[in-house]
T-cell receptor, first 112, second 115 residues
Framework: SQQGEEDPQALSIQEGENATMNCSYK?????LQWYRQNSGRGLVHLIL?????REKHSGRLRVTLDTSKKSSSLLITASRAADTASYFC????????????FGAGTILRVKS | DGGITQSPKYLFRKEGQNVTLSCEQN?????MYWYRQDPGQGLRLIYY???????QKGDIAEGYSVSREKKESFPLTVTSAQKNPTAFYLC??????????????FGPGTRLTVL
């Protein structure tokens, strides 16, 4: 089962630009999380936003959640070459037994 | 250092062989998970365990088996019944499955290739 779908599938930007990735999901959720994966590595948790929250910030990251549209966005400001990675959204909800369900991810490439 | 370790990093298997992937955590987490990652498909849940001596099937459990004899260890066996085992396998842990607000911590992964 795949709850979340990221958009775009791939994104290429210049260093210093902002990167925006979107995630849409199908059923009601308890929370939505964003993870980063460098090539060939494990995932690293970036940020968690609860279903009753609309926006969260962490350093250069800004996450928004619109439960009426069943969508979330991850904004990375002033991107760096080190931000090059795959980014995944993952949701938890009663329908999936409160387990994390991952989307297919967005591949971000930041060119220096 | 606290964290999750997986071994080996690379594993090669001949057809018909069973292989076991190791996952150890020293975070004192109750819940542990195994995921499979194929190119372009994100992560899919194989098995998970909320407590010692208990585990449940995930979405793609066929051809896999697990055990949870110790809190810190959750090995995954890829059996010969798994017809397409070549993939990247990730182990994760979290405080409690029931507390759905918790993040998961991931190991570095094991890349399994069938020869």
């Amino acid at each position: 089962s795949q709850q979340g779908e990221e958009d775009p599938q791939a994104l290429s930007i210049q260093e210093g630009e902002n990167a925006t990735m979107n995630c849409s999901y199908k059923t009601s959720i308890n929370n939505l999380q964003w993870y980063r994966q460098n090539s060939g590595r494990g995932l690293v948790h970036l940020i968690l936003i609860r279903s009753n929250e609309r926006e969260k910030h962490s350093g250069r990251l800004r996450v928004t959640l619109d439960t009426s549209k069943k969508s979330s966005s991850l904004l990375i400001t002033a991107s760096r070459a080190a931000d090059t990675a795959s980014y995944f959204c993952a949701t938890t909800g009663v329908e999936y037994g409160n387990k994390l369900v991952f989307g297919a991810g967005t591949i971000l490439r930041v060119k220096s | 250092d606290g964290g999750i370790t997986q071994s080996p990093k690379y594993l090669f298997r001949k057809e018909g062989q069973n292989v076991t992937l190791s996952c150890e955590q020293n975070l004192n987490h109750d819940a542990m998970y195994w995921y499979r990652q194929d190119p372009g498909q994100g992560l899919r849940l194989i098995y998970y365990s909320q407590i010692v001596n208990d585990f449940q099937k995930g979405d793609i459990a066929e051809g896999y088996s697990v055990s949870r004899e110790k809190k810190e260890s959750f090995p995954l066996t890829v059996t010969s019944a798994q017809k397409n085992p070549t993939a990247f396998y990730l182990c994760a842990s979290s405080d409690r499955l029931a507390d759905y607000y918790n993040e998961q911590f991931f190991g570095p992964g094991t890349r399994l290739t069938v020869l």
